[in-house]
């Protein structure tokens, strides 16, 4: 079936360096993905969104990657500080405005 | 506070036992979702509502029954529950008015556990 989901189930970096999680797509026909940061004992948060049509967007230490060839979408975390240690799930939006999510991937944070 | 507000925050509850989540959003959003979230899992779609409506449920045994007596509250109704249905229920709202993230809000949860 079409799924979304991610490489790896967790990443350690330390802290200062850069932090890159990946996910895979498999529907070629999705058009909005969506990265989500969730805390212990939170619900997801929003982080980051990123349409078809755009190959690369920016926000604040945070950059979103799109590779529609491989279907692939990367979370770019600039220098990643204690405070990022998270799951982080990326999902897909569909034509119904319904969320799709992967298995997550959890981010710890070395100092 | 993500202004979606989910109570109660923790449940233990028999699997003979009839309990009650609820949740709560007053950020006028019109659609209301109920996600289940297992260890090791992807977050799974339960329940959809649109303007009080349910639009979807996702293949959930009756043993969970919704509720969305207005745009503001929704409730999952639980009975007879087996343990395998322990995991954090997450409720999300959305808005059809936002610029992005299509809306969509979520609360903190509710981590249940069967016994």
């Known amino acids: 079936g079409e799924s979304v989901g991610l490489h790896l189930p967790t990443l350690s970096v330390q802290e200062g360096d850069n932090s890159i999680i990946n996910c895979a797509y498999s529907?070629?026909?999705?058009?909005?993905f969506i990265w989500y940061k969730q805390e212990s004992g939170k619900g997801p948060q929003f982080i980051i969104d990123?349409?078809?049509?755009?190959d690369k967007r920016q926000g604040q230490r945070v950059t979103v990657l799109l590779n529609k060839t491989v279907k692939h979408l990367s979370l770019q975390i600039a220098a990643t500080q204690p405070g990022d240690s998270a799951v982080y799930f990326c999902a897909e939006l569909d034509w119904d405005y319904k969320l799709s999510f992967g298995a997550g991937t959890t981010v710890t944070v070395r100092a | 506070e993500t202004g979606v507000t989910q109570t109660p925050r923790h449940l233990v509850m028999g699997m003979t036992n009839k309990k009650s989540l609820k949740c709560e959003q007053h950020l006028g959003h019109n659609a209301m979702y109920w996600y289940k979230q297992s260890a090791k899992k992807p977050l799974e779609l339960m329940f959809v509502y649109n303007f009080k409506e349910q639009t979807e449920n996702n293949s959930v045994p009756s043993r969970f029954s919704p509720e969305c007596p207005n745009s503001s509250h929704l409730f999952l109704h639980l009975h007879t529950l087996q343990p395998e249905d322990s995991a954090l229920y997450l409720c999300?709202?959305?808005?059809?008015?936002?610029?992005?993230?299509?809306?969509?809000?979520f609360g903190s949860g509710t981590r249940l556990t069967v016994v």
């Open positions: 529907n070629s026909a999705s058009d909005y």
């Open positions: 990123i349409r078809s049509n755009m």
């Open positions: 999300a709202s959305r808005s059809d008015r936002a610029a992005t993230n299509y809306g969509y809000t």
